[in-house]
């Protein structure tokens, strides 16, 4: 049986107005503050996109326009780019909710490539757990991304998490700084603030997506509970009440919160919505209210 699509073509056509925003300037990048992504006179040519309002008119292919009836704008290659990583958790905990978290994660990873290959960014997308997994990097217009969708779809949700050692790891390969997007439910047994931290201090800059399933921020049981952790399979058991779930929201939401307040203190953002979220209410809203969008 073949599978469904991460993202249909009409999503990918309203995705093509969007560019991966980054607020920092690194020295000897191109793309501080997003500088135009239309290059001048003398560069590569690379792919097209579509037009949409507020487009440069310059940039326009008027003989396809002649031939198709349609707009395309020309996209050139300017080199060197800022990278864009894409730290996207595969751990067993993502696999949990009525839509999994990690369902959900792949759509979004899948979205924000596409965004980036449009505007000819170099997208790499690096699964982690309790360490770094293969990696897939793309980059060149949106005929690469059909790849970057086959290496999503076959990734599973499985181990743990460890947020220092794949910190670690990441500033050991990836001593070139730049934008680092996590997207992550963010549970880990142990820290998970001191270590996304110390990627801020070693200079790049993160955009930080937390996902969590409804049930992950407010419980919907009552009364004498198991809980398994899914990604130890430890046992807790709990007897469950209305206080009892307002005290877990409330933490729930001050640990969200503090995730947030790392991230801006560093110059980086934070957004969190749950998987119940339409995919396209989360990028055209929240995270472009974040400003991990424009």
Not at 67 to 75: I, N, S, W
Not at 90 to 103: L, Y
Not at 268 to 290: C, H, K, N, Q, W
């Amino acid at each position: 049986m073949a599978r469904e699509p991460l993202i249909d073509q009409k999503f990918l056509e309203k995705l093509e107005r969007l560019t991966i925003y980054w607020q920092k300037s690194f020295p000897g990048l191109v793309g501080g503050h997003n500088a135009s992504r239309f290059a001048g006179p003398g560069q590569e040519f690379l792919d097209h996109r579509h037009f949409h309002q507020g487009d440069d008119l310059r940039a326009v292919n008027w003989r396809a326009y002649m031939r198709l009836d349609k707009l395309f704008l020309k996209m050139f290659q300017v080199e060197p780019r800022i990278p864009v990583r894409v730290l996207l958790d595969t751990s067993k905990s993502m696999s949990t909710g009525a839509v999994t978290k990690f369902e959900y994660a792949r759509k979004l990873a899948a979205a924000l490539c596409y965004v980036g290959l449009v505007r000819l960014d170099t997208i790499c997308i690096q699964p982690f757990r309790e360490t770094l997994g293969d990696s897939f990097q793309c980059s060149g217009g949106r005929h690469r991304f059909v790849p970057a969708v086959n290496f999503l779809t076959n990734l599973e949700a499985t181990g743990h998490t460890s947020y220092l050692q794949v910190a670690r790891q990441f500033v050991s390969s990836y001593p070139q700084r730049g934008l680092v997007v996590v997207i992550s439910d963010f549970l880990d047994n142990e820290d998970a603030e001191k270590p996304l931290q110390y990627l801020a201090e070693f200079g790049h800059e993160l955009l930080l997506i937390h996902l969590w399933a409804p049930e992950d921020r407010e419980p919907p049981w009552d009364g004498e509970l198991e809980l398994i952790d899914a990604e130890t399979g430890s046992h807790m058991e709990m007897d469950l009440d209305s206080g009892a779930r307002a005290r877990y929201t409330t933490a729930f939401d001050a640990y969200a919160r503090r995730l947030q307040v790392m991230a801006q203190r560093n110059g980086g953002r934070y957004v969190g919505f749950p998987t119940a979220m339409p995919l396209e209410d989360a990028i055209f809203g929240s995270i472009i209210r974040a400003g991990g969008l424009q």
